[in-house]
T-cell receptor, first 116, second 114 residues
Framework: DTGVSQNPRHKITKRGQNVTFRCDPI?????LYWYRQTLGQGPEFLTYFQNEAQLEKSRLLSDRFSAERPKGSFSTLEIQRTEQGDSAMYLC??????????????FGSGTRLTVV | DQQVKQNSPSLSVQEGRISILNCDYT??????FLWYKKYPAEGPTFLIS?????DKNEDGRFTVFLNKSAKHLSLHIVPSQPGDSAVYFC?????????????FGKGTLLTVNP
């Protein structure tokens, strides 16, 4: 297993366009998370899946954002009608339930989104 | 409202000396605290954690100290090496129904000079 994989690494899009990011977690991990990091800030929680069920969505996740994890494997994060304020690094992480403290999350390298 | 605070944006130390990275928190319900290291263009990497019922945890060159009454924790790196140069994030894990969600500080950029 090569860790958490995120694609694309970089995405530049025009304001108003839709974008979709993909995350492939570590295969045996049953929890998957999306975080967003803007310049000078730490990562902020967006949403969380346990297997295929989306169990929590942050208030940061407006109606333009949707995340899915079909079949409890990879996940996608879609942003519709992008705005300049959506420009950020989008981080995906995975973990094995209840081993977050001993093992930590495993983060991917992120997708850097720039909205122009 | 910033529940996890890292008040020093940057820290510079000489190779071989001790690096001390500080973190304060406001929510007494946090159960665990974790430290992550982040290199440019990479995701954060887990370093070490500590339970709220402990006051110290050590792993090789890394030691985390927790002062629960002061709501303060610190990460000590001894001896510091140039490869330790990175952004260090303090993060807290909630309790009960939020025991999966990390709350991060803004990070401290550590530079270890040869």
């Amino acid at each position: 297993d090569t860790g958490v994989s995120q694609n694309p690494r970089h995405k530049i899009t025009k304001r108003g366009q839709n974008v979709t990011f993909r995350c492939d977690p570590i295969s045996e991990h049953n929890r998957l998370y999306w975080y967003r990091q803007t310049l000078g800030q730490g990562p902020e929680f967006l949403t969380y899946f346990q297997n295929e069920a989306q169990l929590e969505k942050s208030r940061l996740l407006s109606d333009r954002f949707s995340a899915e994890r079909p079949k409890g494997s990879f996940s996608t994060l879609e942003i519709q009608r992008t705005e300049q304020g959506d420009s950020a690094m989008y981080l995906c992480a995975s973990s094995f339930a209840n081993r977050e403290v001993s093992d930590g999350y495993t983060f991917g390298s992120g997708t850097r989104l720039t909205v122009v | 409202d910033q529940q996890v605070k890292q008040n020093s944006p940057s820290l510079s130390v000489q190779e071989g000396r001790i690096s001390i990275l500080n973190c304060d928190y406001t929510n007494s319900m946090f159960d665990y605290f974790l430290w992550y290291k982040k290199y440019p263009a990479e995701g954060p990497t887990f370093l070490i954690s500590i339970s709220s019922i402990k006051d110290k945890n050590e792993d090789g060159r890394f030691t985390v100290f927790l002062n629960k009454s002061a709501k303060h924790l610190s990460l000590h790196i001894v001896p510091s090496q140039p490869g330790d140069s990175a952004v260090y994030f303090c993060a807290a894990l909630g309790s009960g129904g939020s025991n999966y969600k990390l709350t991060f500080g803004k990070g401290t950029l550590l530079t270890v000079n040869p």
